[in-house]
């Protein structure tokens, strides 16, 4: 069974902290994504990796930084968390491609209080 | 032109009825559209996809139809069970060939018994 895991499903984190979320997966894939989802905006792509070392921005890549140092893992960095970064945060895989099937972690629910 | 507009954005519908959620887009260069369906406490996953040179997809309940003069795609679900219950989205790729893709804003779909 293939799989996409994210470390934590709730993170509980204060104003200012730096927060790690990390994603692995098994499935050899070499595009790797970090999505935002919040209510009635969709999912939007925060950072995207193509390659290890690689990252492209997304739409909404301010106060993150990712981190892909291994083909199978990705990192998203919030670098000095605030309350308006509190969402579910997603990560997700696919093989590289215009028409490849996107596989996502179980996410991860982040509140900076 | 990277946007996919998703409507609406919560449906209630009886046990026994039809679901329709409409996308409308605008990148007539978009050739791949898919949807995603996401459980409560889950990540979303890969339901049903299309391609622009058929009309018309089914796969059990599901059906994409898609109308490329009106650039508008919709997934319908026939005779909607509460087990269907969940968040929808529709999507396109990004420019590029590399897998990235656009996400509508999601429609949580609520099944009364």
């Known amino acids: 069974d293939v799989k996409v895991t994210q470390s934590s499903r709730y993170l509980v984190k204060r104003t200012g902290e730096k927060v790690f979320l990390e994603c692995v997966q098994d499935?050899?894939?070499?595009?790797m994504f970090w999505y935002r989802q919040d209510p009635g905006l969709g999912l939007r792509l925060i950072y995207f990796?193509?390659?290890?070392?690689?990252?492209e921005k997304g739409d909404i890549p301010e106060g993150y930084s990712v981190s892909r140092e291994k083909k199978e893992r990705f990192s998203l960095i919030l670098e000095s968390a605030s309350t308006n970064q509190t969402s579910m945060y997603l990560c997700?895989?696919?093989?590289?491609?215009?028409?490849?099937?996107?596989?996502f972690g179980q996410g991860t629910r982040l509140t900076v209080v | 032109q990277q946007q996919v507009k998703q409507s609406p954005q919560s449906l209630i519908v009886q046990k026994g009825g039809i679901s329709i959620i409409n996308c409308a887009y605008e990148?007539?260069?978009?050739?791949?559209f898919p949807w995603y369906q996401q459980f409560p406490g889950k990540g979303p996953a890969l339901l049903i996809a299309?391609?622009?040179?058929?009309s018309e997809k089914k796969e059990g309940r599901f059906t994409i139809s898609f109308n490329k003069s009106a650039k508008q795609f919709s997934l319908h679900i026939m005779d909607s069970q509460p087990g269907d219950s969940a968040t929808y989205f529709c999507?396109?790729?990004?420019?590029?060939?590399?897998?990235?893709?656009?996400f509508g804003q999601g429609t949580t779909l609520q099944v009364k018994p």
């Open positions: 997700a895989s696919s093989l590289l491609g215009a028409r490849t099937e996107a596989f």
């Open positions: 499935m050899d894939h070499e595009n």
């Open positions: 990796s193509y390659d290890v070392k690689m990252k």
């Open positions: 990148n007539t260069a978009f050739d791949y």
């Open positions: 299309i391609r622009p040179d058929v």
């Open positions: 999507a396109a790729p990004r420019s590029g060939n590399t897998g990235k893709l656009i």
